[in-house]
């Protein structure tokens, strides 16, 4: 297919050039952008009165043929050539003739681009939101389950307190709500107009942006030609927000996998959202959480590529800034495609209520409360921290628990200490106890499941 820019060049394009050069393999992803683009500049040419009120009619039936027939398969993209830009316009003027010529009056494929992109993105931002408020969903009704389920929290790994399963998933809901709201922002941002801005000086036609930025659903227009072309912040906070919900999905994964084990054993995943092993017949592998954590590496890839290619570029547009579209799309379909696997992996999944309650019974994570019934008593924290510190020494050495330490080595230890402390110490009642807003008391994990629901709906 011709190019666009024939006119000063005397010989034929190098089959390399054009190969090295053409960004339709992966820019004909934004076919039906580009032609929704193409139909509000024409139809804002003819309302300006830029062309022919009759000839942006005649444009805009050719786009909705051309939109139709890719739509119904009729018509074949041609991969051969340069853009998807290209091929439209082409395809439209080899169907309407000199009116398809006039189609690109007053703009050029550095603000077309950019428009094209800026609209992609806005609905991957959608479709990744929707999925990742399915995945939230998915953590509340589990916590709803689990709003008993005691298990340890840890910190270095080691177990810490006391907390519930239902606690620990609804802090993966927080992580999510915050990648919500940042892909929020970043659209608030994207939902910019570059169009208008020419190939980088504006033009000196009348042109009515804003008619185009309604048409087209966009809050507002670039406020500078220059910056309107070569503007791929958007991308980058895109790949930037997408990063930290690969991060958050990452660390998930990471306990998913560990949960597995037989050493912990806390979850069983369901036989459809795992694999086997192709010599070891007992083997069920977490290979969606695997893959997932695996797949961080891609996007955060995507960030630096967007980061590198554009970090050192003079203004305006420079072909450079071609290589945006493989790295933004791929740090999207690979969100898409691990949400799509891991919501239902996490759905599915078996929770080992009583292999979580026999961890929590073991490793004293019961000691800061044993400290804090002490303190109760009139303590210091820092005496009472140490002569639990003292008991949990005693119990290693004898292989007991504080539970079952008796009450006269308590005694020896602090006479503080009466039959009382049992109680205080009893796991229900530490996690019960824990009231504070954002804890992990089933009042407390009811008002964080309230909450996140609320801004699901
Ligand atoms: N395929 C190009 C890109 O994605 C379109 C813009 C071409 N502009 C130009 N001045 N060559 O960046």
Known sequence: MAQLW??????????????????????????????EGSIAHATMLGAAGIIDKSESDKIIDGLNGIMADIESGKLKIDM??????????????????????????????????????????????????????????????KAEENKNTIMPGYTHLQRAQPITFAHHLMAYAAMLLRDLDRLADVKKRMNVLPLGSG????????????????????????????DGVSDRDFCIELASALSLVMVHLSRFSEEIIMWCSWEF?????????????????QKKNPDIAELVRGK????????TTLLTVMKGIALAYNKDMQEDKEAIFDAVDTVKMCLNAFTPMIDTMTVLKDNMRL????????????????????????DAYKATGELVALCIDKGLTLETLPLEEYKAVCDLFDDKVYEAINLEKCVADRLVEGGP??????????NTKKVLN
């Not at 992966?26 to 039906?32: A, T």
């Not at 961080?296 to 960030?303: A, E, K, T």
């Not at 008391?441 to 309230?450: F, L």
Request: charged letters at 30%.
């Open 199 to 226: 190939a980088l000086a504006g033009t000196t036609y009348p042109l009515k942006r804003d008619m185009v930025a309604e048409l087209l659903g966009f809050d507002d227009i670039s406020a500078n030609s220059l």
């Open 441 to 450: 008391s089933i009042q407390s994990v009811e008002k964080q499941i309230e």
């Open 6 to 35: 024939k006119g000063r060049f005397k010989k034929e394009l190098a089959k390399e050039t054009n190969d090295f050069n053409s960004s339709i393999s992966f820019d004909c992803r934004m076919w039906k952008e580009d032609i």
């Open 296 to 303: 961080s590496g891609r996007v955060f890839g995507d960030l």
């Open 359 to 382: 961890a929590a019974a073991k490793g004293f994570i019961n000691a800061t409360d044993c400290a804090d019934y002490l303190v109760g008593k009139g303590l210091p924290f820092r």
């Open 80 to 141: 051969s050539a340069e853009d998807i830009h290209t091929f439209i316009e082409g395809e439209l003027t080899a169907r309407l003739g000199q009116t398809g010529k006039r189609l690109h009056t007053a703009r050029s494929r550095n603000d077309q681009v950019a428009l094209d992109i800026r609209m992609v993105l806005k609905k991957e931002i959608d479709e990744i939101s929707a999925k990742l408020k399915e995945l939230i969903l998915v953590l509340c009704n």
């Open 265 to 281: 054993k806390f979850v069983e995943l369901d036989d459809a959202f795992s694999t086997g092993s192709s010599i070891m017949p």
